[in-house]
């Protein structure tokens, strides 16, 4: 090494590599990467859109990280939501033995998805706020942020090129349920000694101001409650502990007892209190076995399905197909969430359904009974401002968020060449000398989780789903004659999602189509597959032509 | 008929009877009946949810219509927008000879539809606000109101048993683009003479206070073109003509020619410029073909796919798939509309691809260059407090907002009992005395347009579809020696949408499975039927316990 040049000028750069999270809504996942040191910020799912035909779960690619398998070495969670753990089931055991860092109360809510898909190969290690561990030539110290669930975390990762901010998912809330503000000190003397980089939630950057405090919504539940003297059924995010808090406090108010209904709420509630993030209301639980017996006005029903998601509690009620709880009149809903981006139909048609069994509904439009946990443009302005980043890459937001975090970025100060905007794959390099660069994008996709499978349905199967989504299938089954080449008996006809039935007269001419084109042989049609294709194509064409419909084609020729 | 008595009072009821556009919002209808005559309001389609895989629209099931078909007199239309005219092609031709009334722009733009589907049966008429016409017991006249299309108007009947208003989609804009005020004299004349129920547009019932004037957002498009020196392009409705006019006038005021692209936009543009709706600017117009020869800070290009539709002109822009126009840096683009409630998903992917494109994007969260063309509350009020009704039927809106629209109603004045919230099929009776109930339900649904077929695709063949697109097929196709029931050769498998490919191992087991069942068949399994049964099951149990998923299986049994 040159005397006299600082140690870092000459050493490897440092790779900040988005597997998750940018370019979209979900599947959190940042991996920094030093030298022969990698470690991963979240690892979360995303839930398929309404083109992803059957699929359950959507996780990151982690190719990347499969290549480089030796060098990662933990996992650093910012807060237990899905779209920042809901990926470790299905990546972990590509890992075995590395270690996850989270806080206490996100290691309680990742104890179940620990115990049923038995990752024991992995150890779940305490990283809580204000906590510093060193994992090879990084720094992590984690330090207390506003977000919609108790204990969330940002990270400071210390390298030697310099600090890097990840906020995880956040808002400023100054005066939050559980009393624990973010922790402005941390911010503020990292600005002063120094960011490298800031890595920032963009989910709200298109809203303009502050983000309400936690604190409103209960303010809200009251005001609804007041005057109520039937049932009070509050939906909302099983995971928003906070929130939860606020109906148990409110209930409690006005005296009523609370039931808490919905499989994911009650797990979570149940951890929360353990852990003491959640306190019971004085006037008393209702096993949710007994909410027949409860008088009415002595009720509130705190459940799940508040995206209308049509398993979960508030869609079965609606729907009186829950086991426990039938809303009808006298009822008062409260839909205590805003519709995440491809629910609203849910959602709408779950309120609609609520109105139409005579229930009174507060919902978005006509009463504010939520608020986001993520930063509004003043905040995020505040972060920036505070932090001071060399450079900056917004995360967490499709593509036209990340820009407009960008702009706030650029209006902050940040250079307009070392704002980044990128999307999964695209990693940014950052040199000795402190200078950052776009590097060669590496593999960074959708994995698709169906049943039991993870990554086994891919492009072909979704584009078969989709063609017979939209028009069905058409099996036709001929017996030829080995000898003569003649059909033996009738062509026999199978279809699904076409036409009403096989009375349906362009089934007839498809017969008669398709018998015509086995007694009119043309040159090689002594071969199956030839035969086949002549088949598949005079009838994908007679079809079309009939119906201007096109549903896959599957001849199938037994030979006799 | 007993002297003294009001001949109403013992005359046949008044009947409502909606067939579309309660509780949804789309294909509005509805229908007009005393004693042996019929008028219909409106004939409109709806375009397909994420759940009607393959349908291309929907429209009014009218089966309560031809079951009465000689009553029908009258197809009466408030304005040419697809959700009150689209259902014409596919109704009509039950109704040969029924006359369509309708207002001068909106027969100009009915024009190429009637040519297109050569609906050339019904006799097209005009009905122009201020006119009244009579139909059997009905006198019908038309009045102008706002809406985002020239020439929208509300209809008022006047029947023996009193004055039903019919409000269309309105809105009240005091300064709209064309001069042309809603007619509040004719609401407050029906006031004054008592209106025995009003049908009012419920569309934006959940919105406080007024929609502003369309005006407005001619300000906010000259606002965005001022500083700018590249090529501007506004995606909008094809069919509001008032926008298209404020981007020609905004062109102008900077200079700039326009280009109109997209085949609706195209279509609708040159109807309303010859009907005298739409003023070309003396900058001039620009053909498509010679867009690339104009310099970019000379030119504005209207087009369509506001709402993100993927073959629209604003998508395939945003793809790089057109063929006049592919947008870039220097490129600005306003999105003058707001997302259609299931095309969230859409509309942000193209906005997201055109900032990926390198363009600068102007959209509802960043800058408002859309306003409704519906009444919001306060406009609502309005209409209720004018014309003063016995009863209240909101319309035209999901059922939330019907609930949020009848309670508007029941602060103005007009009694619970007397407002009546329904659904499709739900018809309201009005009896001579006046007094009003809901009678029985009558038939109201969707009717499917797919391909050519008009109401063939229906409930099952959906069923099938949804099936096919979760998990996919498996066809599995066995040949049996008639003689000794045994398996011939191996047996074939087709599957799509399942698996990758044929070599994954689950097939191989499937194989085996089929073999063995009819190696080992129980009683009875001589018959086929029975016999595919058999494989059908067993078949299905092993795929969902190897996969978790449950593709439909078809077993074809050959018997040789």
New interface residues.
Partial sequence: MAIGRPPAATGPPLRIVPLGGV?EIGKNMMVFEYGEDIVVIDCGLMFP??EM??IDLVVPDVTYLRERRDKVKAFLITHAHEDHVGGLPYVLPDFPGVPVYASTLARGLLGNKIKEHKLTENPILPFEAGQSIQIGPFEATAFRIGHSIPDAMGIVLRTPLGAIVHTGDFKFDHTPVDGKLSDFAILAKLGEEGVLCLLSDSTRA??PGYTPSERTVGDAFREIMEPLQGRVIVATFASNIARVQQVFDAAETFGRKVAVVGRSMEQNARVAAELGYLRFPSTGMVPKEKIRETPEGELVIATTGAQGEPMAGLARMANRDHRFVEIGPGDTVIVSASAI??N??YV?RT??NL??NGAN?F?D??KRAHVSGHASQEELKLMLGMTKPRHFIPIHG???ML??HGRLAALTGVPAQNIFII?NGQPIEFQADGTARRAAPVPAGYVFV????VG???D???R??????????F?V?V?VDKQTGNIVGQP?I?T?????GLE?PVIGGAVERITAAIANPGDHTSEIALLKEQIKEGLSRYLYE????RP?V?P?V?E?
């Fill in positions: 370019g859109d309404e035909f059957g298109e809203s981006p491809g609203e139909e709408a309120i609609d109105f139409k509904v919902y439009a006509v499709e593509f036209r820009v407009q999307e169906d049943g039991l499978s086994e349905v891919g072909i199967v979704l078969d789903r989709r063609a017979l989504a939209n028009d069905g299938m099996i089954v017996t026999e199978v699904r999602g076409f036409v009403a349906d009939q119906t201007k419909r896959m599957f199938v037994v006799i």
